[in-house]
C-alpha cells in the first residue's frame, strides 16, 4: 500500500513538474502585433420574444409561421392583437447587440430598411414606422454591449388577400 | 488504493484544467442554446490625417458568423451635419462630397459562413471640400426568407473622417444637472460643439466644488467624436451622494492638443 501511495505521489509530482517546466525557461522573442478596432453586430433572442433563428439566405429570422386573423395558432412569444374588423397585427421583441473594441467610439448609429416597400402592411419597430423602405435611424446614441429589444409590430389589414409576407428588415450598425 | 485513485485524478485535472485553459472560448449562445448569429468589421473607425487632393487605401475585412454564406454591397455615403446633427448621404447627393470619388474593390463580394473577405476602399478627398467624414458600409444582400418567416440582414459600416488642418474650435454650453435621487446620482451634463472645420475627440473631467471652495467629487466625461458643426451633450456621472447645497464646477476638456475650461455651478436640493 505505502509503495503504491508512494507511486502514485510520483506520479502526482512529476505531472505538476512537467507543467512547471513547461512556464519556466529563458530566452527572447520579439513581438510585433497590429491591434485594428473593429465593430460587432448580432441578433440575441429577447428573453420574451420569438426565438431569432439562422437562415439560408439571410443573418437570422423571425419564423411566425402560418397565422390568420380569427382563430389559428400564434407562435409562443407572439401577441396577436385584433383589431375590430378591420386588422390583427402580431408583435414580438427581439434583441440588437452591437459590440466594440479597440477603437475611440462611444456610441453607435443604428437604422434599419425594410428591404421591399410594403403598401399594405404595416411594419413598425417600436413606434418608428418602416414599411416605406426607406432607411430609418433607430438610434444615434446607442449603447455597446447591450442586447436593446426592438418589438416588431406588424399589422396586416382584413382586407389583404391571403399569402406569404415575406421581407426582410436589415440593421446597420455604424461606430460614432 | 482509493488514495492512488484520487491521486491520479488529482493529476489529470490539474492537466486538464490547464490544458483546457488555451482553448479558445466558445461562440457565444443564445438563451436556447443555439449559437448567436452575428457579423463583424474591422476596422470600426479610421482617422485619416491628408491633404485636400490626396488619396488613400483602406483594407476593410468582414467577418461573417452566420450559418450562411452572405452577399455584401460594398457602399460609401457621405456623413453630413445638419443643425448640430449626424446624417448619412448617398454618394453624389451634396456638392463636392467625398463618398462620390470612392472606389470599393470588389465593390460586392460573397463571405462564406464562418469566414472574413476583405475589400479595399480608396478614397479622395476632393480640393476645397468641407466634408471630413464618409461611411464606407458592407450591405448584406437580402433574400425574403419565406416560409412565413421574416428576415434579419445585418450590415456594418466604417466611420472614416479625415483631417487637414489644424482649424480646432470647441463651444461649450452651462452645466446642467439632473436630480439627484436616493437611487441616481447627480448627472452633470454640458454641450459641446465642434465650431472648427475638423473632426475632434474631446475627453474631460469635471471637478465638483463645494460652498467653501473644497473639492468634493470628480468625474470624468465620455470621450465622443464632433465632426465639424456637430453638437452632443457630454455627460459626467458623479461618483457619490451630494449633500443639499450649492455647488460649483470646472470642466476641462483636452482635444488636439488643446485645453477648453469652463464654470459653472448647480445646486443639490433637499429631499
Same mark, same amino acid.
Given at each position: 500500500?505505502?509503495?503504491?501511495?508512494a507511486?502514485?505521489?510520483?506520479?502526482?509530482?512529476?505531472?505538476?513538474?512537467?507543467v512547471?517546466?513547461?512556464?519556466?525557461?529563458s530566452?527572447?522573442m520579439?513581438?510585433? !502585433?497590429t491591434? &485594428?478596432?473593429?465593430i460587432?453586430?448580432?441578433?440575441?433572442? #429577447?428573453?420574451? +420574444?420569438l426565438?431569432?433563428?439562422g437562415?439560408?439566405?439571410?443573418?437570422?429570422?423571425?419564423?411566425? +409561421?402560418?397565422? &390568420?386573423?380569427?382563430?389559428?395558432t400564434?407562435p409562443?412569444n407572439?401577441?396577436?392583437?385584433?383589431n375590430?374588423v378591420?386588422?390583427f397585427?402580431?408583435?414580438?421583441?427581439?434583441?440588437?447587440?452591437?459590440?466594440? !473594441?479597440?477603437?475611440?467610439?462611444?456610441?453607435?448609429?443604428?437604422?434599419?430598411t425594410?428591404?421591399?416597400?410594403?403598401?399594405?402592411?404595416?411594419?413598425?419597430l417600436?413606434?418608428?414606422?418602416?414599411s416605406?423602405?426607406t432607411?430609418t435611424?433607430?438610434?444615434?446614441?446607442?449603447a455597446?454591449? %447591450?442586447a436593446?429589444?426592438?418589438?416588431?409590430?406588424?399589422?396586416?389589414?382584413?382586407?389583404?388577400?391571403p399569402?406569404?409576407?415575406?421581407?426582410?428588415?436589415?440593421?446597420t450598425?455604424?461606430?460614432? | 488504493?482509493?488514495?492512488?485513485?484520487?491521486?491520479?485524478?488529482i493529476?489529470?485535472?490539474a492537466?486538464?484544467?490547464i490544458?483546457s485553459? &488555451?482553448?479558445?472560448?466558445a461562440?457565444?449562445?443564445d438563451?436556447g442554446g443555439?449559437?448567436?448569429?452575428?457579423i463583424a468589421?474591422?476596422?470600426?473607425?479610421?482617422?485619416?490625417?491628408?491633404?485636400p487632393g &490626396?488619396s488613400t487605401?483602406?483594407?476593410?475585412s468582414?467577418?461573417?458568423?452566420?450559418?450562411? #454564406?452572405v452577399?455584401? *454591397?460594398?457602399?460609401t455615403?457621405d456623413?453630413?451635419? *445638419? #443643425?448640430?446633427?449626424?446624417s448619412?448621404?448617398?454618394a /453624389?447627393?451634396?456638392?463636392?462630397g467625398?463618398?462620390?470619388?470612392?472606389?470599393?474593390?470588389?465593390?460586392?463580394?460573397v463571405?462564406?459562413?464562418?469566414e472574413?473577405?476583405s475589400v479595399?476602399?480608396?478614397f479622395?478627398l476632393?480640393? =476645397?471640400?468641407?466634408q471630413?467624414?464618409?461611411?464606407? %458600409?458592407?450591405?448584406?444582400?437580402l433574400?425574403?426568407? /419565406?416560409?412565413?418567416?421574416?428576415?434579419?440582414?445585418a450590415?456594418?459600416?466604417t466611420?472614416?473622417?479625415?483631417?487637414?488642418?489644424? #482649424?480646432?474650435?470647441? @463651444?461649450? =454650453?452651462?452645466v446642467?444637472?439632473?436630480l439627484?435621487?436616493?437611487?441616481a446620482?447627480v448627472?452633470?451634463?454640458?454641450a459641446?460643439?465642434?465650431?472648427?472645420?475638423?473632426?475632434?475627440?474631446?475627453?474631460?473631467? %469635471?471637478?465638483?466644488?463645494n460652498?467653501?471652495?473644497?473639492?468634493v467629487a470628480?468625474?470624468?466625461f465620455?470621450?465622443?467624436?464632433?465632426?465639424?458643426?456637430?453638437q452632443?451633450?457630454?455627460?459626467?456621472?458623479?461618483?457619490?451622494?451630494?449633500?443639499? /447645497? *450649492?455647488?460649483?464646477?470646472?470642466s476641462?476638456? @483636452?482635444?488636439e492638443?488643446?485645453v477648453?475650461?469652463?464654470?459653472?455651478e448647480?445646486?443639490?436640493? @433637499?429631499?
Amino acid at each position: 500500500m505505502k509503495s503504491k501511495f508512494a507511486f502514485a505521489s510520483v506520479i502526482s509530482a512529476v505531472a505538476f513538474l512537467g507543467v512547471a517546466d513547461a512556464q519556466t525557461g529563458s530566452g527572447t522573442m520579439g513581438v510585433t !502585433a497590429t491591434v &485594428q478596432g473593429s465593430i460587432n453586430l448580432t441578433f440575441v433572442t #429577447d428573453v420574451s +420574444g420569438l426565438a431569432v433563428t439562422g437562415t439560408t439566405t439571410n443573418v437570422a429570422s423571425l419564423p411566425f +409561421g402560418t397565422v &390568420q386573423f380569427y382563430g389559428g395558432t400564434t407562435p409562443a412569444n407572439v401577441t396577436k392583437t385584433v383589431n375590430g374588423v378591420t386588422s390583427f397585427a402580431l408583435a414580438t421583441p427581439f434583441d440588437v447587440r452591437v459590440d466594440l !473594441a479597440n477603437s475611440a467610439s462611444s456610441t453607435y448609429t443604428l437604422a434599419a430598411t425594410l428591404s421591399a416597400a410594403d403598401a399594405i402592411n404595416t411594419w413598425l419597430l417600436g413606434a418608428i414606422n418602416i414599411s416605406s423602405g426607406t432607411s430609418t435611424t433607430l438610434t444615434a446614441a446607442g449603447a455597446y454591449a %447591450m442586447a436593446v429589444p426592438y418589438t416588431l409590430n406588424l399589422t396586416v389589414p382584413a382586407s389583404a388577400g391571403p399569402g406569404l409576407i415575406s421581407n426582410t428588415m436589415n440593421f446597420t450598425a455604424t461606430g460614432n | 488504493m482509493k488514495l492512488t485513485s484520487t491521486l491520479a485524478i488529482i493529476s489529470y485535472t490539474a492537466l486538464w484544467s490547464i490544458a483546457s485553459a &488555451q482553448t479558445p472560448a466558445a461562440p457565444p449562445l443564445d438563451p436556447g442554446g443555439a449559437p448567436r448569429s452575428s457579423i463583424a468589421l474591422s476596422p470600426a473607425i479610421i482617422m485619416v490625417r491628408c491633404k485636400p487632393g &490626396q488619396s488613400t487605401t483602406q483594407t476593410l475585412s468582414i467577418v461573417n458568423n452566420t450559418a450562411s #454564406d452572405v452577399t455584401f *454591397h460594398v457602399v460609401t455615403e457621405d456623413v453630413v451635419v *445638419h #443643425d448640430g446633427k449626424r446624417s448619412f448621404s448617398p454618394a /453624389g447627393q451634396i456638392a463636392n462630397g467625398i463618398a462620390a470619388g470612392s472606389v470599393a474593390l470588389p465593390a460586392t463580394l460573397v463571405v462564406k459562413a464562418g469566414e472574413q473577405g476583405s475589400v479595399q476602399v480608396t478614397f479622395t478627398l476632393p480640393a =476645397g471640400t468641407e466634408q471630413r467624414a464618409v461611411v464606407t %458600409m458592407f450591405r448584406a444582400g437580402l433574400v425574403p426568407p /419565406g416560409g412565413g418567416a421574416i428576415g434579419l440582414g445585418a450590415s456594418l459600416g466604417t466611420l472614416i473622417t479625415f483631417s487637414v488642418s489644424s #482649424d480646432y474650435k470647441m @463651444e461649450i =454650453g452651462p452645466v446642467q444637472a439632473s436630480l439627484q435621487t436616493a437611487e441616481a446620482n447627480v448627472v452633470l451634463s454640458q454641450a459641446l460643439r465642434n465650431n472648427g472645420t475638423e473632426p475632434v475627440v474631446p475627453k474631460g473631467v %469635471m471637478v465638483i466644488l463645494n460652498a467653501s471652495g473644497k473639492r468634493v467629487a470628480k468625474a470624468p466625461f465620455a470621450a465622443q467624436r464632433l465632426l465639424p458643426g456637430e453638437q452632443l451633450n457630454f455627460s459626467a456621472t458623479d461618483p457619490s451622494q451630494l449633500a443639499p /447645497g *450649492h455647488y460649483r464646477t470646472l470642466s476641462s476638456f @483636452e482635444y488636439e492638443g488643446k485645453v477648453l475650461t469652463s464654470p459653472g455651478e448647480f445646486n443639490i436640493p @433637499e429631499l
